[in-house]
């Protein structure tokens, strides 16, 4: 567990793929209460990764904390930037994609929507093309709604699956999905100010053919 930062109010940390985001046995404020030595702290999520996905998250330390990060989440004050490695290549080097998004609980999928009904969400995304390598394309990747598995469908939903992806793909790759969020920034619960943390994805397939990219970000 890698810890970037902590307070006595929030803690910024890299989450490991294959951990859920929620407070369980074996995730995220289970291990960030390992990596602190205090099984006892108050780890509180305020916002989640998909299991599968890895990078930056901030959790609270304190009610307070986690009420006013929770809020900032949910009034679209919370910053989210992600990395992505495609299949392919998007027809623009930098566009937004809008779409209806509805929830398959059954199937645990997130399927696009031709047009409005129940359940029916917006979901849109600003991206941009930062290089490409091999027949694919690595892309940044900033959220204005936080529907599940959104970047995942919106993309493969065009014919640009993520490099790993395995519920909305039929390739199959050797590797981890390649989908890492690389930054978030909010206002402190506690000071007010705005602050941002950022970490590079790791040096491993697929990010590797980008690594001179990876360098200049």
């Not at 205090?38 to 930056?56: K, Q, W």
């Amino acid at each position: 567990m890698e810890l970037l930062y902590v307070d006595g109010q929030i803690v910024v940390c890299i989450k490991p793929a294959r951990v859920l985001s929620t407070d369980e046995p074996g995730g995220l404020p289970e291990l960030v209460r390992q990596a602190l030595g205090d099984p006892g702290a108050d780890i509180r999520t305020v916002h989640r990764l998909d299991r599968v996905v890895s990078g930056v998250m901030v959790l609270a330390r304190t009610a307070a904390a986690a009420s006013e990060l929770s809020r900032q989440v949910r009034e679209n004050e919370f910053q989210k930037e992600y990395l992505a490695v495609l299949h392919g290549t998007p027809k623009t080097p930098k566009g937004t994609l809008t779409d209806l998004l509805y929830r398959d609980k059954a199937r645990r999928m997130t399927m696009v929507a031709r047009e409005p009904g129940k359940g029916v969400q917006e979901a849109v995304l600003d991206y941009r093309v930062l290089g490409n390598a091999a027949g694919l394309s690595k892309v940044a990747v900033q959220l204005h709604t936080g529907r599940t598995h959104q970047i995942r469908v919106q993309f493969a939903s065009r014919g640009l699956p993520l490099v790993g992806e395995r519920k909305y793909s039929e390739l199959d790759d050797p590797c981890e999905i390649a989908l890492w969020s690389h930054k978030i920034g909010f206002t402190h619960p506690q000071t007010g100010k705005r602050v941002e943390f950022s970490q590079e994805p790791p040096c491993t397939e697929p990010w590797t053919l980008f690594y001179t990219d990876i360098r200049k970000l």
